[in-house]
T-cell receptor, first 110, second 113 residues
């Protein structure tokens, strides 16, 4: 069964304190893994797509990495404006279905 | 530069009432989707339309119907609302090019009492 698990559920960081969010997945062949940011009361906003193990992508203070079983979203020197819920999703090779995790709620304290 | 537009933003229904959630995208995307988001459940796919004229069931289609009116518009209908359909509903569209992530609308918060 295709499944996505994100950890931790919630994370509080001091401004400037780097950390990583985890997305573990079980899928019968991976077409793509996606990271989204969701602010309260808004729709998810696309951040990255990763396709194969070893791939990395960066955007400002965020870097996403991918292995055969999990992905990490590394946040370097976070700022309060990075506070949001970060969602991970996978698309199996077959079908149009995407499977989303329940997200990690990140709070960055000034 | 609107992206994906959903209406209404909020709605309260009584059990048994019907309503249609509207969605339109201006990015010329072929694929459109309806998701619901519930606490602790993540986003779950209700229905999708891979291209104009086609629709398919997702993970949780029971109690819903959809219409792909044209390439821009994809509506979701609740024929007889139930309290279990209380949720936040998101419409999304997707390109088929590289980095083909979804573009989501801002959501409709629906409460069924």
């Amino acid at each position: 069964e295709d499944q996505v698990t994100q950890s931790p559920e919630a994370l509080r960081l001091q401004e400037g304190e780097s950390s990583s969010l985890n997305c573990s997945y079980t899928v019968s062949g991976l077409r793509g893994l996606f990271w989204y940011r969701q602010d309260p009361g808004k729709g998810p906003e696309f951040l990255f797509t990763l396709y194969s193990a070893g791939e990395e992508k960066e955007k400002e203070r965020l870097k996403a990495t991918l292995t055969k079983k999990e992905s990490f979203l590394h946040i370097t020197a976070p700022k309060p404006e990075d506070s949001a819920t970060y969602l991970c999703a996978v698309q199996p090779i077959t079908g149009n279905q995407f499977y989303f995790g329940t997200g990690t709620s990140l709070t960055v304290i000034p | 530069n609107a992206g994906v537009t959903q209406t209404p933003k909020f709605q309260v229904l009584k059990t048994g009432q019907s309503m249609t959630l509207q969605c339109a995208q201006d990015m010329n995307h072929n694929s459109m989707y309806w998701y619901r988001q519930d606490p602790g459940m993540g986003l779950r796919l209700i229905y999708y339309s891979a291209s104009e004229g086609t629709t398919d069931k997702g993970e949780v289609p029971n109690g819903y119907n959809v219409s792909r009116l044209n390439k821009r518009e994809f509506s979701l209908r609740l024929e007889s609302a139930a309290p279990s359909q209380t949720s936040v509903y998101f419409c999304a569209s997707r390109t088929t090019g590289p980095d083909y992530g979804y573009t989501f609308g801002s959501g409709t918060r629906l409460t069924v009492v």
